[in-house]
T-cell receptor, first 113, second 114 residues
Framework: GNSVTQMEGPVTLSEEAFLTINCTYT??????LFWYVQYPGEGLQLLLK?????DKGSNKGFEATYRKETTSFHLEKGSVQVSDSAVYFC????????????FGTGTRLTVIP | GAVVSQHPSWVICKSGTSVKIECRSL??????MFWYRQFPKQSLMLMAT?????????EQGVEKDKFLINHASLTLSTLTVTSAHPEDSSFYIC??????????FGQGTRLTVV
């Protein structure tokens, strides 16, 4: 079956620190992989995605590379800001669209000045 | 991006009563809406998929008579938790998409049943 295992939080970092949030997956076939972010009081927003092996998704300084050999899609950012404080969800879709998403548990990131 | 509004953001109800949660796509017509549920420290779990004008498709293990979903228009879907019990307390999130494109999420509703 399909599942996503995500690094547990919470994660607290100082501003300008390097961020890694680990995500591994189990899937049948060739899934698409996503990172969503939820800022306080808002809905989940798509942060980045990758649809095939070795693709790198990137947005707002965040990056994640689809690694089929390690079934991973780790989220990284070189220098976090206070405004990056949010909950981050890793997800996969086993279809071509964004429907039927399988989510990780979410990782809360707090960035302190 | 497109906006999906979910209402209410939080609700407390007594055991045995019913609660309705609304999910609206504000600036686009949603052909499909999804309802998710998240327990503390667990993943979001898809409960059901609804298409405008047709019956919702429920995931295995989700009671359709308990979680009534209505998708009467292209901009509104409702989830009604009937005869709520404390174990129904959870975080409910909807998402909407148009024609198989990116899904847009509401901000979620925290339901507490006392």
């Amino acid at each position: 079956g399909n599942s996503v295992t995500q690094m547990e939080g919470p994660v607290t970092l100082s501003e300008e620190a390097f961020l890694t949030i680990n995500c591994t997956y189990t899937a049948t076939g060739y899934p698409s992989l996503f990172w969503y972010v939820q800022y306080p009081g808002e809905g989940l927003q798509l942060l980045l995605k990758a649809t095939k092996a070795d693709d790198k998704g990137s947005n707002k300084g965040f990056e994640a590379t689809y690694r089929k050999e390690t079934t991973s899609f780790h989220l990284e950012k070189g220098s976090v800001q206070v405004s990056d404080s949010a909950v981050y969800f890793c997800a996969l879709s086993d279809r071509t669209g964004a429907n039927n998403l399988f989510f990780g548990t979410g990782t809360r990131l707090t960035v302190i000045p | 991006g497109a906006v999906v509004s979910q209402h209410p953001s939080w609700v407390i109800c007594k055991s045995g009563t019913s609660v309705k949660i609304e999910c609206r796509s504000l600036d686009f017509q949603a052909t499909t809406m999804f309802w998710y549920r998240q327990f503390p420290k667990q993943s979001l779990m898809l409960m059901a998929t609804s298409n405008e004008g047709s019956k919702a498709t429920y995931e295995q293990g989700v009671e359709k008579d308990k979680f009534l979903i209505n998708h009467a228009s292209l901009t509104l879907s409702t989830l009604t938790v009937t005869s709520a019990h404390p174990e129904d307390s959870s975080f409910y999130i909807c998402s909407a998409e148009m024609g198989g494109t990116e899904a847009f999420f509401g901000q979620g509703t925290r339901l507490t049943v006392v």
